[in-house]
């Protein structure tokens, strides 16, 4: 994935999503964990309000999907640009969880890419063997 991050970060990374996450395995994990990451961030927001023992559950719930959409990540055949550091990792993790997969869900592309990973299906979508 092109790293010039031109347009800015949010239409750069909406614009090599799909290429990214084409992988029905990696789709399945972002689908599922998405939400978990969602609610471990509101916690780790929520927890000097509510008390320190929301740490308990807002730590695994960020961990666990990042751990798991990471090793997912892998078994796709074009990979993401590199992070240029902490901060970049951090900033783009959240965007990614927050605006971009569900962006990537709303606009039908999330369908369309489990449909081109459907099973008898090359990489551009069209049915193979008969």
């Known amino acids: 994935m092109d790293a010039t991050r031109e347009g800015g970060l949010l239409a750069w990374q909406f614009r090599g999503y799909p290429k990214t996450h084409r992988d029905r395995r990696n789709l399945l994990a972002h689908a ?13 927001v929520a927890f000097p309000f509510f008390g320190v023992w929301l740490l308990a559950f807002a730590l695994p719930a960020v961990l666990l999907p990042v751990i798991v959409q990471g090793r997912t990540h892998r078994l796709e055949e074009t990979k993401a ?50």
């Not at 599922?32 to 780790?44: K, N, S």
């Not at 900033?91 to 606009?107: A, D, G, H």
């Open 81 to 130: 640009a590199p992070f240029r550091g902490p901060g970049d990792f951090a900033i783009r993790l959240l965007v990614e969880q927050w605006v971009t997969f569900p962006r990537f869900v709303l606009s039908g592309e999330f369908a369309r890419r489990w449909r081109e990973a459907a099973p008898g299906r090359d990489p551009e979508g069209v049915r193979r063997g008969g």
């Open 32 to 44: 599922g964990t998405e939400p978990l990451f969602l609610l471990g961030t509101l916690a780790l």
